[in-house]
């Protein structure tokens, strides 16, 4: 992984979501459910981080076939 965040969905906490629900991949599990508590939907813990300066973003299926693409900007 060179730059950008790396998630698999396959094998994680959550691998299906219906119509409208969300979920979240965090970096740090711990840090985050000590700060938020326990009661949201996490999938797992990515590696890598997001550079501030923005980047592309991708969400693959099983088949590489792209859900969606957007441009990540911390402005």
Do not use: M
Not at 21 to 32: D, H, P, S
Not at 50 to 57: K, S, T
């Amino acid at each position: 992984l060179v730059g950008g965040v790396d998630f698999a969905f396959s094998g994680s906490a959550i691998t299906r979501l219906a119509p409208g629900e969300r979920v979240l991949v965090v970096r740090n599990r711990v840090a985050f459910e000590s700060r938020y508590g326990t009661g949201l939907p996490v999938a797992g813990q990515y590696l890598g981080q997001l550079d501030n300066g923005g980047e592309r973003l991708q969400l693959l299926d099983p088949l590489n076939e792209e859900i969606l693409d957007f441009t990540y900007a911390d402005a």
